[in-house]
């Protein structure tokens, strides 16, 4: 069974930068497209931002020219660079695997994410 741990959450300022990270297990990480959401209080579940197979990225319009997704095939790996951090960017952050046409999704446990002064 797949599995997704997030990490790099925690407290920062507005203006400042974190970076997110999702561990995959599972030997079939590169045929799988991704996606980060977030969820903050109150506020039902959204997507962030996806990475496909190909590569071939899509942003949330609240965080475009912000955060960068990015995947490391070889290390299972997926990244959210937050830039610019606001305050409306507190949430906590998912890491999913997207279903596909044999796959079923997984989601990771969460990482929160607060920014504050």
């Known amino acids: 069974q797949v599995q997704l741990v997030e990490s790099g959450g925690g407290l920062v300022q507005p203006g400042g930068s974190l970076r997110l990270s999702c561990a995959a297990s599972?030997?079939?990480?590169?045929?799988?497209?991704m996606g980060w959401y977030r969820q903050a209080p109150g506020k039902q579940r959204e997507l962030v931002a996806a990475i496909a197979i190909n590569g071939r990225t899509n942003y949330a319009d609240s965080v475009k020219g912000r955060f960068t997704i990015s995947r490391d095939n070889a290390k299972k790996t997926v990244y959210l660079q937050m830039n610019s951090l606001k305050p409306e960017d507190t949430a906590v952050y998912y890491c999913k695997k997207e279903p596909g046409m044999y796959t079923i999704a997984y989601w990771g446990q969460g990482t929160q994410v607060t920014v504050s002064s």
């Open positions: 599972g030997r079939s990480f590169s045929s799988y497209d």
